[in-house]
């Protein structure tokens, strides 16, 4: 069974641009979460997908956002981009939510 | 308000050690989840164990094994022996229990393995 699949792996931008990031499930899972992972903040919780509904909001800017698809793949999209938004980008996935997430190898994203 | 506090930000130890990362959680919650995730340098995070807030019973899959006490807010976990394919950094998580299974994990800020040969 393929993993959760995350493109691109890594990504540079400047600040102003916007970015999209992908993130393909496992196959049959429903749950698609995302994260933001930096050094000083650590891992917080960005949104999470179910049937391609938002269930569940972290509080970040309108800035960041996202859509799930009928296949379940999702997808983050981040406008205007600070420096601050910087971070590892992490997808989960899981069966119904986050009774056991399984993780992608994340997007590293650069904003100079 | 939730939180997860993992108070060692780094530990080293020599193989064969045995090593305990503590986590300590804050809820008003009577029921949730505490979940151990590590993270290895290829980033992917890797699901360790689930533990209901109802299980106190510890448990033990091999040279991991996890130490639950309500009592103290403490969901602990001890390597033993550790290899130093252990090397990687552990996040503790906690559930956030919303309606239904709408649920998002508040994390710690993670513990940093060094296992040296």
């Known amino acids: 069974k393929a993993g959760v699949t995350q493109t691109p792996r890594y990504l540079i931008k400047t600040r102003g641009q916007q970015v999209t990031l992908s993130c393909s499930p496992i196959?049959?899972?429903?749950?698609v979460s995302w994260y933001q992972q930096t050094p000083g903040q650590g891992l917080q919780f960005l949104f999470e997908?179910?049937?391609?509904?938002?269930?569940n909001k972290g509080n970040f800017p309108g800035r960041f956002s996202g859509r799930q698809f009928s296949n379940s793949r999702s997808e983050m999209n981040v406008s205007t981009l600070e420096l601050g938004d910087s971070a590892l980008y992490l997808c989960?996935?899981?069966?119904?939510?986050?009774?056991?997430?399984?993780f992608g190898s994340g997007t590293q994203l650069s904003v100079l | 308000a939730q939180k997860v506090t993992q108070a060692q930000t780094e530990i080293s130890v020599v193989e064969k050690e045995d090593v305990t990362l503590d986590c300590v959680y804050e809820?008003?919650?009577?029921?949730?989840?505490l979940f151990w995730y590590k993270q290895p340098p290829s980033g992917e995070l890797v699901f360790l164990i689930r533990?209901?807030?109802?299980d106190e019973q510890n448990e033990i899959s091999g040279r991991y094994s996890w130490n639950f006490q309500k009592s103290t807010s403490s969901f602990n976990f001890t390597i033993t022996a550790s290899q130093v394919v252990d090397s990687a950094v552990y996040f503790c998580?906690?559930?956030?229990?919303?309606?239904?299974?709408?649920?998002?994990?508040?994390w710690g800020l993670g513990t940093s393995l060094a296992v040296n040969p």
């Open positions: 533990r209901n807030s109802f």
């Open positions: 998580a906690l559930s956030d229990v919303n309606a239904g299974n709408n649920r998002k994990l508040i």
């Open positions: 196959s049959g899972h429903r749950s």
């Open positions: 989960a996935s899981s069966f119904l939510g986050a009774e056991k997430l399984f």
């Open positions: 809820t008003r919650d009577t029921t949730y989840y």
């Open positions: 997908y179910f049937s391609e509904t938002q269930r």
